[in-house]
Nanobody
Framework: QVQLVESGGGLVQAGGSLRLSCAVS????????MAWYRQAPGKERERVAL???????SYEDSVKGRFTISRDNAKNTVYLQMHSLKPEDTAVYYC?????????????WGQGTQVTVSS
């Protein structure tokens, strides 16, 4: 069984910063790409940032220059550093990862962590 556990969400004022963490645990042989998604009320889930196993990153346009995704492969953990937060960043943030389990790659989701940015 593979588990993704997020932490670091909370309430912050506009212009503030938060750092999300997501630790992957279980019977994992390897981890591929890891990503952060978010879903605001009434909206579809969208990918915010992605980091490949090799460390290449990509970002959704609205967060470029404000958010940074990184990973610690020794800890099987992915981070999302968020600066200059805006009220429109308010959402539930989900961690996502591709993991090699057994003899196949599978995709896994965390339970989500709430980020609320007040104006």
């Amino acid at each position: 069984q593979v588990q993704l556990v997020e932490s670091g969400g909370g309430l912050v004022q506009a212009g503030g910063s938060l750092r999300l963490s997501c630790a992957v645990s279980g019977s994992i042989v390897g981890i591929g790409s890891m990503a952060w998604y978010r879903q605001a009320p009434g909206k579809e889930r969208e990918r915010v940032a992605l980091i490949t196993a090799g460390g290449s990153t990509s970002y959704e346009d609205s967060v470029k220059g404000r958010f940074t995704i990184s990973r610690d492969n020794a800890k099987n953990t992915v981070y999302l550093q968020m600066h200059s937060l805006k009220p429109e960043d308010t959402a539930v943030y989900y961690c996502n990862a591709d993991a090699w389990v057994g003899r196949a790659w599978s995709n896994y989701w965390g339970q989500g962590t709430q980020v609320t940015v007040s104006s």
